[in-house]
């Protein structure tokens, strides 16, 4: 078959010829139709990830949607390694093969399920949202932020902070819905000053981070309570992603002084079926009420060329 094929942890993916998987008795078949590039594609391919496995040669890819050999339209993930889903064939797995309904298409499939679910996740399973609550979100300009600020809103949040580097986005973001945006290109002072307000104005039951680094050290700094006589409120911070940096600096008084609890949310801290669940419902609510999306279907045979080209405003999903 023809895939994507990861040779070098320092080199893209090359368009070549693979050996076809062959399905356990547990895995179905699948004829791939779409497959997303999400960072954890990229992180995976140049072995920077915590799943990575180290071995090579392998196929690109964590999920996509395709047909099993019944027909059945599923969107899936999981395969076997060395077998990923940027391929004409791939393996899925019986605990992430999921049904698609007809209102979502093939490529928006592809291209929502992973940034999606990982504020469906984080929300439902890990932060234990309520409605009602009031979020606020690293990173909401890109992809998955975008999702989330969606997300948020459409599980009933009653007020959605969206913090993010773009301020022409930032703005696009309110039509979302977004109530209130920070900008985090300004001094520490400053953004520490930005989140304390929303934290007096309204208060911030869950964080959902997508950056970490330097905004991540602004917000629990933000979060952290001056004063012995008061009490803190409990904020759920979930983290999500490190775009902005790996580790951050953590005093032992914020977590002293601050009703903050601090969760990690992704493959480990999240359970299969808590992934599935959100997923599914994900799909459920897309076919109802469609989520806003930024995606563009491209050939497979161009991953090469593609891999680490800019794409500010989708997400590509890849064609077999």
């Not at 196929?59 to 060395?82: I, K």
């Not at 109802?288 to 405003?313: C, G, M, S, Y």
Request: aromatic fraction near 6%; charged fraction near 15%; charge should be neutral.
């Amino acid at each position: 078959m023809n895939a994507a094929v990861v040779t070098s942890f320092a080199a893209p993916p090359r368009y070549t010829t693979f050996a076809d998987p062959v399905p356990t008795d547990s895995e179905k078949l699948v004829t791939v139709t779409a497959a997303a590039l999400h960072p954890i594609v990229r992180s995976l391919a140049n072995g920077s990830h915590y799943g990575s496995t180290g071995e090579l040669p392998f196929v690109a890819g964590v999920d996509g949607v395709g047909r099993l050999e019944d027909g059945t339209r599923v969107y899936f993930g999981l395969s076997r390694a060395p077998f990923g889903t940027f391929s004409e064939l791939a393996l899925a797995s019986p605990v992430i093969c999921i049904p698609l309904p007809n209102g979502v298409d093939d490529v928006t499939a592809a291209g929502s399920a992973n940034p999606a679910m990982s504020s469906w996740v984080a929300l439902t399973a890990r932060a234990k949202f309520v409605a009602g609550e009031s979020v606020l979100i690293l990173g909401a300009t890109g992809s998955a932020g975008q999702f989330a600020v969606q997300v948020a809103k459409r599980l009933g949040a009653r007020r959605v902070i969206a913090a993010g580097r773009n301020p022409h986005a930032l703005e696009r973001l309110k039509d979302l819905g977004a109530d209130a945006t920070i900008p985090l290109e300004q001094p520490h002072e400053a953004l520490v000053s930005a989140f304390r307000r929303e934290r007096d104005h309204s208060g911030i039951d869950i964080v959902l981070d997508y950056l970490w680094g330097p905004p991540a050290s602004a917000a629990l700094e933000a979060i952290a309570q001056k004063g012995l006589s008061k009490t803190a409120p409990r904020v759920r911070y979930i983290q999500i992603g490190s775009m902005a940096g790996p580790s951050i600096p953590l005093h032992a008084a914020t977590l002293r002084s601050s009703g903050l609890e601090l969760l990690g949310s992704g493959f480990g801290s999240a359970s299969l079926d808590q992934i599935r669940d959100a997923i599914t419902a994900f799909f459920a609510a897309a076919a109802t009420t469609p989520f806003q999306t930024h995606i563009k279907a491209v050939p497979l045979r161009d991953v090469e060329a593609l891999w680490n080209a800019p794409e500010p405003t989708a997400r590509l999903v890849f064609q077999p």
